[in-house]
């Protein structure tokens, strides 16, 4: 007596195939719906700007690489730092914040430099890195 055998379908020709497309196209958008971007959005100056900023409008601060944030050859914290700018931009308006920073600092610190800046709406804010000395 002989048995008659189905012939195995390959991955292809079952319907496998297509669910699991299916099931991919929804995975991916449902992903998709939670890539959000955070950043800071800050205004930059119009390409053919000629924004003049006087020297007397600069607040230069320094950021260490563990952390101390120096104004005026003097430690503050972040906290300082904002009534400092604070004050400033209550004296001139056009107030120009740079904060020079070492490239071994921990980059949450320049984030919350960086957002410190974005909460006081500064208009000019300005961070480059220290040049190091060889």
């Given at each position: 007596?002989?048995?008659?055998?189905?012939?195995?379908?390959?991955?292809?020709?079952?319907?496998?195939?297509?669910?699991?497309?299916?099931?991919?196209?929804?995975?991916?958008?449902?992903?998709?719906?939670f890539?959000?971007?955070?950043?800071?959005?800050?205004?930059?100056?119009?390409?053919?700007?000629?924004?003049?900023?006087?020297?007397e409008?600069?607040?230069?601060?320094?950021?260490?690489?563990?952390?101390?944030?120096?104004?005026?050859e003097?430690?503050?914290?972040?906290?300082?730092?904002?009534?400092?700018?604070?004050?400033a931009?209550?004296?001139?308006?056009?107030?120009?914040?740079?904060?020079?920073?070492?490239?071994?600092?921990?980059?949450q610190?320049?984030?919350?430099f960086?957002?410190?800046?974005?909460?006081?709406?500064?208009?000019?804010?300005?961070?480059?890195?220290?040049?190091?000395?060889?």
């Amino acid at each position: 007596m002989k048995l008659n055998r189905r012939k195995k379908q390959g991955f292809l020709e079952t319907c496998a195939a297509s669910d699991l497309a299916f099931l991919l196209i929804i995975y991916f958008l449902v992903i998709a719906g939670f890539n959000i971007n955070k950043g800071f959005v800050m205004n930059l100056p119009a390409k053919d700007s000629t924004r003049m900023i006087l020297r007397e409008d600069l607040l230069r601060f320094d950021m260490e690489a563990n952390g101390d944030i120096y104004y005026s050859e003097e430690i503050i914290n972040i906290h300082k730092s904002k009534s400092i700018i604070q004050k400033a931009q209550n004296d001139n308006p056009n107030i120009a914040v740079i904060i020079t920073i070492n490239s071994e600092a921990r980059w949450q610190n320049v984030v919350d430099f960086v957002e410190l800046a974005q909460d006081l709406q500064i208009d000019s804010f300005s961070f480059s890195m220290k040049k190091e000395i060889q």
